[in-house]
Antibody, heavy 121, light 106 residues
Framework: QVQLVQSGAEVKEPGASVKVSCKTSGYTFTGYYIHWVRQAPGQGLEWMGRINPNSGDTNYEQKFQGRVILTRDTSITTVYMELSRLRSDDTAFYYC??????????????WGQGTLVTVSS | EIVLTQSPATVSLSPGERATLSCRASQSMSNYLAWYQQKPGQAPRLLIYDASNRATGIPARFSGSGSGTDFTLTISSLEPEDFAVYYCQQRSNWPLTFGGGTKVEI
């Protein structure tokens, strides 16, 4: 079965960087885009960007341009989200999500369990 | 960017009642609208995609409709497990955007 398993919770100081992993299994890794969505505590969902695991091509929400980098390692079917210059308002749950079919912007039918990133001094 | 406005923000209903949730887009778009359900402490779950298609394993009491700028998620008869927050999401234009959510509470 399709699974997306994310790395554990992180606590970072303002100005630091965080790298969250999303280990996938149960399907052809290179056949489905992976997106990242975040959710501040008690708030709504916010799309951050997406990566094509086949080519490595990425597309980011303008708000995060220059601060977020999505990468992948095809050998271990894992996608990474690195967010730099962290601020207190980056405190949130970060989710990876796989698309329903082979298209870049398809709906998200499988999600990771979420990783809580807390930014605090 | 397409802004999605969901209403109401919160709706109080009882099991067995019908729930009608609205999602309005800031500009006309194709039917590339999805609905997700999120329960406390869980990741969102895809319910409906492309406005009216139920995702795999989603019960028939969930249905979606709409086009242009106005979309609706209907839960025909609420089950206890349906009390949750519901989000709409568009994939018609970049960036992908979500609505602010509707909480369905008892």
């Amino acid at each position: 079965q399709v699974q997306l398993v994310q790395s554990g919770a992180e606590v970072k100081e303002p100005g630091a960087s965080v790298k969250v992993s999303c280990k996938t299994s149960g399907y052809t890794f290179t056949g489905y885009y992976i997106h990242w969505v975040r959710q501040a505590p008690g708030q709504g969902l916010e799309w951050m960007g997406r990566i094509n695991p086949n080519s490595g091509d990425t597309n980011y929400e303008q708000k995060f341009q220059g601060r977020v980098i999505l990468t992948r390692d095809t050998s271990i079917t894992t996608v990474y989200m690195e967010l730099s210059r962290l601020r207190s308002d980056d405190t949130a749950f970060y989710y990876c999500a796989r698309v329903l079919d082979g298209y870049s912007a398809s709906p998200f039918d499988h999600w990771g369990q979420g990783t809580l990133v807390t930014v605090s001094s | 960017e397409i802004v999605l406005t969901q209403s109401p923000a919160t709706v109080s209903l009882s099991p067995g009642e019908r729930a009608t949730l609205s999602c309005r887009a800031s500009q006309s778009m194709s039917n590339y609208l999805a609905w997700y359900q999120q329960k406390p402490g869980q990741a969102p779950r895809l319910l409906i995609y492309d406005a009216s298609n139920r995702a795999t394993g989603i019960p028939a009491r969930f249905s979606g409709s709409g086009s242009g700028t106005d979309f609706t998620l209907t839960i025909s008869s609420l089950e206890p497990e349906d009390f949750a927050v519901y989000y709409c999401q568009q994939r018609s234009n970049w960036p992908l955007t979500f609505g602010g959510g509707t909480k369905v509470e008892i």
